[in-house]
Every structure is written in structure tokens, then in C-alpha cells.
């Protein structure tokens, strides 16, 4: 009895782990790459709306999913400016979904996002991906605040958690 437990056990744990290992986000580093980046990238904070039946899903079983799902919607909000998130941003933005073998960004219409948006053709991308991407969902004052710091030429260090 106590074999086959054990039998039981070791083929059920016998196959390979997958896993997706992941830094925390942090503001100061998205900030960073998008400074280093040769993209052109704005910060704007605001509800993110979008029709959620249009995300990617998430499983295990092996297919053939898009690298990148490019999702029509909209931040309402404000954008950043030297003196703080004090100009008006209501835009049409494309949310870039980007998954990585079995797991996918996802976003939840109406929540309030801190966002790194890349200029691409005239329009602005949200590009989030399984760690995160350039996105920040439910940005806390501190966060709102180093990313203020950031463009000030403060201190753009990863922030402690």
C-alpha cells in the first residue's frame, strides 16, 4: 500500500516542472528601460478600458499561441510632465498582450494603470507581458511618485519591497 503511494507520488511529480520565474515590477526599472529604449515612450496613469473576451488565455496544454495579442482600447487619465501627472490623456491605446510559451499577460478592464506607452504610428501601445511589461495595475502614491522622481533626475533606483 505504502509502494504504490509512493509510485503514485513519484510519477505524478516525475514530469518536468515549468515554472515562470519573474522580478518583481518595480517603477524605477521600467522607467529606466524606457529611457535606454530607442522606442519613444510617454508615462500616463488612468483607467485602462478594453473588451476582456479578447485576452489570450493561460494553460498548460502545449498549442501554438500568439506572441503578441493587440488589443483595441483606452487610458483615461492624465499623463506625466515634469511637474507631476497633471495633463489631461484620453486616448485610444492598442494593449500589446504578449505571452511566453503557456503564460500570458492579462489586464482587468476599469482598473487604474501606471503606464509606459510606446509611440508607434501616430497612436500609443501598453505593451504588458507574464512579468509585467510596461505596465503597472493599481499604481500605489509611491509608485505615482517615482516615476515623478524619475523624470525630475532624482533618484531612479529600484524601490524596496
Do not use: N
Not at 45 to 69: C, E, N, V, W, Y
Not at 103 to 129: I, K, M, Q
Amino acid at each position: 500500500m505504502i509502494r504504490a503511494a509512493v509510485l503514485a507520488l513519484g510519477c505524478a511529480l516525475g514530469g518536468p516542472a515549468l515554472a515562470l520565474s519573474c522580478l518583481p515590477p518595480d517603477v524605477a526599472e521600467t522607467y529606466r528601460r524606457a529611457a535606454e529604449a530607442e522606442e519613444t515612450y510617454i508615462v500616463a496613469q488612468g483607467r485602462l478600458t478594453f473588451d476582456p473576451a479578447r485576452l489570450p488565455s493561460t494553460d498548460m496544454i502545449p498549442q501554438q499561441k500568439p506572441a503578441h495579442t493587440l488589443i483595441p482600447a483606452r487610458l483615461t487619465g492624465q499623463a506625466l510632465t515634469k511637474s507631476g501627472f497633471d495633463q489631461a490623456f484620453d486616448r485610444a491605446i492598442t494593449l500589446d498582450v504578449q505571452c511566453f510559451g503557456p503564460w500570458c499577460a492579462s489586464a482587468v478592464p476599469g482598473t487604474e494603470y501606471l503606464g509606459f506607452l510606446e509611440r508607434r504610428d501616430g497612436g500609443y501601445v501598453l505593451t504588458v507581458d507574464p512579468c509585467g511589461g510596461m505596465g503597472h495595475p493599481d499604481p500605489t502614491p509611491a509608485m505615482l511618485d517615482k516615476a515623478l522622481e524619475c523624470l525630475q533626475g532624482g533618484s531612479c533606483m529600484r524601490t524596496r519591497r
